[in-house]
């Protein structure tokens, strides 16, 4: 289990948002961003499963939300940019250190930072389309797609712990 999170998020001085053509809006790197820079620090609240169903079902609006373990998800403050980011099959991010999204290879100016939203969910009913446009595209994610091989291979340890502790019960 990761420890506590910070009660807000940090964000890289180099990322801002922007329109994005995978969806809405995204974050964008202004300048160059080096493999294994930090980019995004997340905080917010953690809460049980239960609590998240609540809160969910009380929203009125998006609830950003990253599954971190078994019973514990990461809601993060309403509004933060962070909480912009999109989605990619070939993502330019992925997870470091407890509630980090470092790079994963060098970042150009001007290009949408992405993450695979595989590595952050293993809630079975998770299900959404995906217009990310990569080579390789799924076209769908879905909460059970830590179960593929080829993404195993791709992001070894670099999931949230829930992921990573399904995994390794896998593959024994």
């Known amino acids: 289990m990761w420890p506590p999170p910070s009660p807000s998020c940090w964000l890289h001085p180099a990322v801002e948002v922007r329109s994005s053509p995978v969806d809405g809006d995204g974050l964008f790197a202004r300048a160059p961003i080096s493999t294994g820079a930090t980019v995004s620090r997340l905080g917010g609240l953690l809460v049980s499963t239960a609590e998240l169903s609540r809160i969910l079902s009380a929203a009125d609006g998006y609830v950003d939300a990253i599954n971190v373990d078994e019973d514990a998800h990461l ?21 470091g250190p407890p509630y ?15 993450n695979d939203y595989a590595t952050s969910t293993g809630v079975r009913e998770f299900e959404m389309s995906c217009r990310c446009e990569a080579a390789g595209c799924r076209g769908v994610v879905t909460g059970e797609d830590w179960r593929r091989l080829d993404l195993r291979e791709r992001y070894g340890d670099h999931w949230t712990p829930a992921l990573l502790r399904l995994i390794r019960a896998d593959q024994r």
Request: hydrophobic share 40%; proline share 6%.
């Open 100 to 114: 980090t999204l470092v790079a994963r290879r060098e970042i150009a100016a001007g290009e949408e930072l992405t």
């Open 75 to 95: 809601v993060l403050p309403a509004g933060t940019a962070n909480g912009k980011g999109n989605h990619g099959c070939d993502p330019n991010l992925w997870w």
